[in-house]
C-alpha cells in the first residue's frame, strides 16, 4: 500500500512539473508567431522569459507567506484564457503566470527540468499550431484544472525560509542552467534562420526536446556510477560542442542535461540544503533571457560552460 502511495506520489510530482516546465518555456516555441502577432521584433520578445521567470523567482521566494499554490494555479490560468492584442498586457499575464508557477516548486521535491513539458510543447507547436493558430498552445495552460486534485493531495514538503547554501554549488547550479536555458530560448530563432522554413524548424523542436529526454534517462542510468571525471568529460564535450552549426546543438543539449541532472542528483542525495536547487536554476533562466541579447549565443555558451568547468574543478567531492 506504501509502495502504491509513493508511485502516485511520483506520478503526480512529473504531471504537475510537466506542467510547471511548460507554462515557462512554451513562449520559446512559439517565438515566431508571437512575434508576428504582436508585431515585434525579438529583442522585445525576449522580455517575455526575463519577466516570467522573474514572476516564478517572486513566487517562489513569497512562497511561504503564500502558500496557496491551488489559488495561484487557478488565477494564472484564468488569465491565460484571454489573450490580449497589447503586447504588455501579454507581458504582464506572463509575469503572473511566472509567479504561480514558483509557488507551485517551491512545494515539488528537488529535480531538474523534466522534459515532458517541453515535448508536449514541441508536439503542439507542429501539429496544433499550423492549423489553429498559436494561440492554443497557450490556451493548453488550461489543463490547470486537470493537475488541482494531484496538488491538492500532493505532500507538501517542508523547507526552510533561508536560502544559504554552498556558494559554489550554487554558483555551478546557476550557470548550468543559464547555459540550459540559453539554447531552449534561442533554438526555435536560431535554426529558423538557418533552415527559413517553420515546418522544419518545428520538426526540428520536437528532435531537439525528445533528446533531452534521452538525456535525462541516460542520466539517470549513469547516476549509479557519478564520479567527478564523467562530470569533466561532459563539460569538455559540451564546451566544443558549443559551435554555431546546424546538428551541434542536439549534441549540445543532450550533453547539457545529462551533465546537470548528474550534478543535480548527486547534490540532492548528499546535501542536506538542496532544497532550495529550484530557486537557482530560476535565477539561471532569468540570466539566459538576459543573455540572449548577446551578439553570439554559442560564444556565450562556450564561456559560461568554461567557467562553471573551472568552478566544478575546484569542488572538492
Keep these: 500500500m506504501k509502495n502504491n502511495n509513493n508511485n502516485n506520489n511520483l506520478y503526480s510530482y512529473y504531471i504537475i512539473l510537466s506542467y510547471v516546465m511548460y507554462g515557462l518555456i512554451i513562449q520559446n516555441y512559439l517565438s515566431i508567431e508571437i512575434i508576428n502577432y504582436f508585431k515585434i ?9 526575463i519577466l516570467t521567470f522573474s514572476g516564478a523567482l ?3 521566494i513569497l512562497s511561504s507567506k503564500f502558500n496557496l499554490p491551488i489559488l495561484f494555479l487557478f488565477i494564472s490560468i484564468l488569465f491565460n484564457v484571454f489573450i490580449p492584442n497589447n503586447f504588455i498586457l501579454f507581458l504582464i499575464i506572463r509575469i503572473i503566470s511566472g509567479f504561480s508557477y514558483g509557488i507551485i516548486l517551491f512545494i515539488l521535491p528537488n529535480s531538474f527540468i523534466w522534459p515532458l513539458g517541453l515535448i508536449t510543447a514541441s508536439l503542439i ?3 496544433f499550431v499550423p492549423v489553429l493558430s498559436w494561440k492554443i498552445a497557450i490556451y493548453i495552460l488550461f489543463t490547470g484544472f486537470f493537475i488541482f486534485i ?3 493531495y500532493f505532500p507538501k514538503f517542508p523547507k526552510k525560509k533561508s536560502f544559504k547554501n554552498n556558494f559554489l554549488i550554487n554558483s555551478i547550479i546557476t550557470i548550468d542552467s543559464t547555459v540550459f536555458f ?6 526555435k530563432h536560431i ?3 538557418k533552415l527559413n522554413d517553420i515546418n522544419l524548424t518545428n520538426t526540428y523542436l520536437i528532435i531537439f526536446s525528445f533528446l533531452i529526454l534521452l538525456s535525462y534517462i541516460f542520466s539517470e542510468q549513469l547516476k549509479k556510477s557519478f564520479n567527478k571525471k564523467s562530470i569533466i568529460m561532459l563539460y569538455i564535450l559540451i564546451i566544443f560542442s558549443s559551435f554555431d552549426y546546424l546538428y551541434f546543438p542536439f549534441i549540445n543539449i543532450f550533453l547539457q542535461t545529462t551533465k546537470l541532472n548528474l550534478f543535480l542528483n548527486h547534490e540532492n542525495s548528499y546535501n542536506e540544503n538542496s532544497y532550495n536547487n529550484y530557486i537557482y536554476i530560476i535565477i539561471g533562466g532569468i540570466f539566459a533571457g538576459i543573455l540572449s541579447y548577446s551578439n553570439n549565443i554559442f560564444i556565450t555558451l562556450q564561456i559560461l560552460s568554461s567557467i562553471g568547468f573551472i568552478l566544478f574543478l575546484t569542488k572538492k567531492f
Excluded: K, Q, R
Aim: charged share 0%; no cysteine; net charge neutral.
Design 58 to 60: 517572486l513566487g517562489f
Design 125 to 127: 507547436t507542429y501539429f
Design 150 to 152: 494531484p496538488l491538492f
Design 41 to 49: 521584433n525579438y529583442n522585445s520578445f525576449l522580455l517575455i522569459n
Design 191 to 193: 535554426i529558423m534562420n
Design 182 to 187: 540559453l539554447l531552449v530560448f534561442n533554438i
